[in-house]
């Protein structure tokens, strides 16, 4: 697919551009597109001192330069995980001055030795509690393909900035659908790898209990799969490294989810898109087996509860461990951090022993299918401000954000890798996306049948990477 991070790499690779032509091109998109609210921090000079490091490489090591295979691409870390030294971090919160800068958590300087240069944050919202990112401390992140309607959360700035061709590729991180909603929402591929398979160290690796993974948003599978391959494996902890697993070249069976319940029911045009995506797969030769969401009912409800207990338990450590004044965060966050706190220790060991048994289920579920094909978004992009957090009625904000992507946190609590990908558009020219599940260490499962699908080529990029020659 042309206009992706591998073509901006390889022009640079050949000479068409350099690595600092990029980056200018990035920064002039940045202010081009700015009332977008993609970019919460934006640190120029490091931008250009790190291409300027590109560029003098390919002079002389080339070698060197040729083994990174993102050499001299712009891009953007989320502001939320990491860290990325240099670039102060604040999760979207005013609890926090954008000062300083950690060093590289271990992943970082992955993103580093690939050979990407970082030139700034994407915007979160808070502590990266909604599907939205609209932190109160701004900016407010608006879709580039329709500018009233969210570019999902937690991930919402990367998408942006990735879909509006700002930068082709962004780190991305998910604990509920961070990565993927987000790309759905912006017609990118969004991977949320095996759990274990990204490095999380030295201080991210056990955060919210391993429901949190990291990687990036991207315009092309090819990217996710570059990258994926790039940054994953030799974790180092918490969890065990997976063992890749080679791709399957023979006939899969693919298990078609085509109905999200009664109580979160996803609209038919994009149920219609799941379908198109199961015929593509069985014109391949591949089984369909239809699914029902009483396969699923149980599971994404334990899912939920999980999530809720961990990210509050979370919030309310880390408000007592920073000896930070809650008084100062959104009424949500507040509401959630008095959640975790008033939690009592049996629910909380409830929750983790149902997100045990939600991976069982899922387990038992692969015994009868090789992958699963599901919704993603119940219907297209929210408009802005449909995730208020000025309130604080936690269960009410939890109901919203399953009701848009009810199916979002099973890969999450469960461990497994997770895909998704635009198959086509609706009447207002935004993604119908459709997720793919597999057993744990089987992305490259996943990537093999997403390339197939995005071989179909049902969706178009609407705006071309910054600096990449035409």
Request: aromatic share 6%; glycine share 10%.
């Amino acid at each position: 697919m042309p206009g992706d991070a591998t073509d901006l790499a390889a022009a640079i690779r050949h000479g068409s551009l350099s690595a600092a032509e990029a980056m200018q091109a990035s920064l002039e998109a940045t202010a081009r597109r700015e009332p977008l609210g993609a970019i919460a921090y934006l640190d120029a000079a490091m931008g250009f001192a790190s291409a300027d490091d590109r560029d003098s490489e390919r002079r002389s090591a080339p070698d060197r330069f040729a083994a990174r295979p993102f050499a001299g691409v712009p891009t953007l870390a989320k502001d939320l995980g990491g860290p990325f030294a240099g670039l102060p971090v604040t999760a979207g919160s005013g609890l926090f001055e954008r000062r300083g800068g950690e060093a590289d958590s271990d992943l970082a300087a992955r993103f580093r030795d690939a050979g990407f240069c970082l030139f700034g944050l994407t915007t979160s919202p808070e502590f990266g509690l909604s599907l939205a990112s609209e932190p109160a401390i701004g900016p407010v992140c608006r879709n580039p393909l329709d500018p009233a309607r969210t570019a999902g959360g937690s991930s919402g700035g990367a998408a942006a900035a990735v879909a509006a061709g700002i930068v082709a590729i962004a780190h991305a991180t998910d604990a509920g659908g961070s990565i993927r909603v987000p790309a759905a929402c912006c017609g990118l591929v969004g991977l949320k790898p095996t759990r274990g398979a990204i490095p999380g160290g030295p201080s991210f690796g056990n955060h919210l209990a391993g429901i949190a993974s990291e990687l990036a948003v991207c315009r092309s599978v090819r990217d996710t799969a570059l990258i994926f391959d790039r940054l994953s494996g030799k974790s180092r902890g918490p969890f065990p490294d997976p063992s890749p697993v080679d791709s399957d070249n023979g006939r899969l069976r693919i298990g078609l989810l085509a109905d999200t319940g009664s109580a979160y029911p996803t609209d038919n045009v994009r149920l219609e898109a799941v379908e198109g995506a199961a015929r593509a797969l069985e014109n391949d030769g591949h089984e369909i087996v239809p699914l029902s969401w009483a396969d699923f009912e149980w599971s994404i409800s334990a899912s939920g509860r999980a999530f809720a207990d961990i990210v509050s338990v979370n919030l309310a450590a880390l408000m007592k461990a920073a000896a930070l004044d809650e008084s100062r965060a959104e009424l949500l966050t507040q509401a959630f951090a008095a959640r975790g706190r008033a939690l009592p220790v049996t629910s909380l060991w409830n929750a983790l022993n149902e997100a045990v048994q939600v991976s069982g289920k899922l387990w038992a579920l692969f015994d009868r299918v090789d992958c699963i094909l599901m919704p993603m978004l119940s219907s297209a992009p929210l408009a802005i401000d449909s995730f208020p957090s000025d309130h604080a009625d936690t269960d009410l904000h939890l109901e919203r954000m399953t009701a848009f992507a009810p199916l979002a946190c099973l890969a999450n609590i469960s461990g497994f890798p997770a895909l998704t990908l635009p198959f086509g558009q609706d009447e207002h020219a935004m993604p119908l996306p459709a997720q793919l599940m597999a057993p744990m260490g089987h992305e490259p499962r996943l990537l093999s049948l997403a390339a197939r699908l995005e071989a179909e080529g049902r969706w178009q990029h609407r705006f071309p990477v910054a600096g990449l020659p035409s």
